[in-house]
């Protein structure tokens, strides 16, 4: 396993044990979309897609996503489910960056579009985090 699944499997890990534990839910929410990106930079890495500067910080998370799009070639039932990465993203930024409370329903939301997410990355491209 890459270190960044091995991240990837740390951050869902983190995220699960925090909702169960119902405390600490904005952090839940941002391990939540860190275990779907780093996945993300995995197979963008692995198919030589981008280089390890750019997948280190220097692209934005949007550009990340729009790669991994591109991979999908017009699979349109892989990207709309791969899509559901930015509703995360959403969760993820007001968890991060609003005064927004993050409830427990929100914070197992955001854990049910990273399990979808799982499911994808396993399905497409053959990544199993645990």
């Not at 500067?53 to 709309?80: F, M, Q, R």
């Not at 007001?94 to 399990?115: F, M, N, R, W």
């Amino acid at each position: 396993m890459s270190n960044l699944l091995s991240k990837a499997s740390e951050n869902y890990k983190v995220a699960h044990s925090l909702i169960i534990s119902g405390n600490n839910l904005a952090p839940s929410v941002h391990c939540s979309y860190y275990a779907c990106l780093q996945t993300t930079i995995h197979i963008l890495l692995e198919r030589e897609k981008i280089t390890p500067d750019v997948s280190g910080g220097a692209a934005s998370h949007e550009y990340l996503i729009a790669e991994l799009i591109k991979e999908l070639d017009k699979d349109y039932v892989a990207i709309k489910e791969f899509n559901k990465i930015r509703d995360l993203k959403n969760f993820r930024k007001d968890s991060d960056y609003t005064a927004q409370l993050i409830t427990l329903p929100t914070a197992k939301k955001a854990q049910e579009v990273s399990l979808d997410l799982k499911a994808f990355f396993r399905n497409k491209f053959g990544i199993q985090w645990i």
